[in-house]
């Protein structure tokens, strides 16, 4: 019984607004969002904006699609079509945005500080406070230089539109200033001279746009350069494109190497200076300088600071990033969600409550547990561990029946009850394909849908009923949110793309490139943008790339 309770009671925090059933005399509850972008929007798109006082506090009044903005470095689209102005998106929507920058969150009074981020100079006092009920935090990650020299002062990220901009500016200067006729040949070789660290899919796809772009357009444009211009890729780990499946990263590796693009593996940046970059070869220990023009870093994320400062605040200081629980409430910090890139959920392994979970299993106390017992409560819990359900798919079971099968199979006779050691060993197999979300836009967005969703529920307290319920002796609670990985593309230029999908399918080639042209038409937030981002496909297919500045 104790056990049941304990266990009831982590199954049971899954009640997000709890005692908050709506009176109607009752003022409605404030909601505080932070952040435009994949979280951010996707929350407010599915929450019913009528039964909250919803407030949304960015410095960007639009959304970025983020997955087209290597295309925008080089014009094969242009930076208006991926943005969305957030007016445009509240336009029918009971909701309030403030163009500003969140830079303190004080838990304690429930509130958010924040400063205007316009330069227009008039007298005003720049930050004013906003009162929350509960604050959706979804303000993403800034990139991460690790600490290196030089890279803030001389090097290009891609983060938004401002950086793909200036990125897009960069490149055409570089080729008119190249063409200029008093420069010596080895100066006009360094200013050609592309560098790209980091091998994930950002620099990958930003490395096949900029060959694109020179070979497809601007080498017709500027004949004369045709010998001088050199890619060079950095990637610090043994593989470019290294979360995906090995064929995949082959493949890039291989096609790169056809193409000319230089790519040094196992090389990390050590400092950049207004002349060149310096890297060190893990293998050889070997030191090289290579001259550029311009260099694009894009090695992954960092937190940014008001977080930092919030996660002092709450005793989590000595985390990496924002942890929050699975459904998605910082922890310690009460009536506070957070997701995107700027948290990371704790996933909670099945092991953990082994003893808890085998006591709960005994009914009848005898210290084993009977295929029955096993059988119901692997059912019961099969909500709370979304993991379970994972192993099952993935070993192709057909429900908890498959798991008893495997666990009353091991060892060497087999056996028809389990004791706690069995049980233990069966059930932990379970844990081992949990993985830690990516930081991608695919989990943002479905976070942002998984908590909408819910406050919608509650706020209308709404009998509990659907997919995102566990009715359990009479009590009705969420589901933890569970992600479903849907696939992801890595287009690597000349109308290529690899695409890896779920059951281990991986596609490569042309096909896959029209695969991701509609995939990425169909996920535009709005029809307007959709259009724009079609309408810049067939101009660059007809015309070519735009190289004026
Ligand atoms: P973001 O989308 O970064 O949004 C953060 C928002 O918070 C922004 O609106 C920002 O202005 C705002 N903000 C910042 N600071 C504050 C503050 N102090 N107060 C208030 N608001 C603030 N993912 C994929 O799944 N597929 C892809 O193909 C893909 N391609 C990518 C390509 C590029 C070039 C990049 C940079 C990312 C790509 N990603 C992709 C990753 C994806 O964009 C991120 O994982 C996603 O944007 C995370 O969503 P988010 O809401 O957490 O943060
Ligand atoms: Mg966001
Ligand atoms: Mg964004
Ligand atoms: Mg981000
Ligand atoms: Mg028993």
Redesign the pocket.
Same mark, same amino acid.
């Given at each position: 019984r104790v056990a049941d309770r304990s266990l009831m009671v982590e199954v049971g925090s899954g009640t997000l607004l709890a005692a908050d059933s709506q009176d109607p005399l009752q003022k409605k509850k404030k909601i505080v969002i $932070? #952040? +435009? /972008?994949?979280? /951010?929007i996707s929350f407010l798109k599915t929450l019913d904006c009528k039964l909250f006082d919803v407030q949304i !506090?960015? *410095?960007?009044n639009y959304f !970025?699609f +983020? *997955?087209l @903005? *290597?295309s925008v470095t080089v014009g094969t689209v242009e930076a208006r079509s991926v943005t969305e102005p957030i007016r445009r998106i509240i336009r029918k929507k009971d909701a309030e945005f403030h163009e500003a920058? =969140?830079?303190k969150i004080d838990p304690e009074n429930k509130q958010v500080i924040c400063k205007d981020v316009s330069e227009l100079d008039f007298e005003r006092k720049p930050e004013f406070a906003l009162d929350y009920d509960y604050l959706v935090i979804?303000?993403? %990650?800034t990139s991460n230089t690790f600490g290196t020299k030089g890279v803030d002062e001389y090097c290009h990220f @891609?983060?938004d539109v401002e950086d793909a901009e200036k990125i897009r500016e960069q490149v055409v200067d570089i080729f008119e200033t190249a063409s200029l006729p008093h420069l010596s040949p080895e100066v006009r070789r360094n200013l050609l001279s592309f560098v790209v660290v980091g091998g994930g *899919?950002?620099g990958v796809e930003f490395s096949a746009e900029l060959h694109d772009l020179v070979h497809e357009d601007l080498l017709c444009l500027y004949p004369h350069l045709k010998d001088n211009v050199t890619i060079t890729l950095v990637q610090s780990g043994d593989h470019i494109l290294n979360t995906f499946d090995k064929r995949i990263s082959q493949f890039a590796e291989k096609k790169f190497q056809r193409d000319g693009v230089h790519v040094k593996i196992g090389c990390r940046v050590l400092e950049v200076t207004n002349k060149h970059i310096r890297f060190k070869s893990k293998d050889t220990g070997q030191l090289v300088d290579v001259p550029y023009g311009m260099i694009v870093w894009s090695t992954g994320i960092r937190t940014?600071p008001?977080i930092t400062d919030f996660m002092k605040q709450i005793r989590q200081e000595n985390r990496r990033v924002l942890a929050t629980d699975e459904w998605l409430r910082v922890k310690n910090c009460e009536g506070v969600y957070a $997701? #995107?890139? =700027?948290a990371s959920v704790e996933q909670r392994k099945i092991v953990e409550d082994i003893a808890d979970l085998f006591k709960l299993a005994d009914k009848d106390n005898d210290g084993y547990l009977s295929a029955a017992e096993f059988v119901s409560t692997m059912e019961g819990v099969r909500v709370r561990y979304p993991q379970i359900d994972l192993y099952m798919n993935h070993n192709h079971m057909k429900g908890v029946i498959g798991l008893l099968d495997e666990a009353m199979n091991a060892g060497d006779q087999g056996t028809t009850k389990l004791d706690l050691e069995h049980f233990s060993a069966a059930i932990s197999k379970v844990d081992s394909l949990m993985k830690c979300m990516p %930081?991608?836009?695919? !989990?943002?967005a479905q976070q942002g849908t998984y908590l909408a969703r819910s406050f919608n529920h509650f706020a209308q307290g709404k009998p509990a009923e659907g997919p995102l319920h566990i009715r359990e002796q009479g009590h009705h609670r969420f589901h933890p949110f569970c992600y479903k990985h849907l696939g992801?593309?890595a287009p690597l230029g000349g109308e290529t793309a690899a695409a890896e999908l779920p059951g281990d399918w991986v596609s490569i080639g042309r096909s896959t490139m029209w695969l991701w042209y509609s995939v990425y038409a169909s996920e535009q937030v709005s029809w307007r943008t959709r259009a724009l981002v079609m309408f810049d496909w067939t101009k660059r297919f007809i015309f070519g790339r735009d190289s004026s500045r």
């Open positions: $932070l #952040g +435009t /972008g994949w979280g /951010g !506090v960015s *410095p960007r !970025v +983020t *997955p @903005l *290597p920058e =969140c830079i979804a303000v993403g %990650a @891609l983060k *899919p950002t940014r008001v $997701l #995107g890139d =700027c %930081a991608t836009a695919q !989990v943002a992801s593309f």
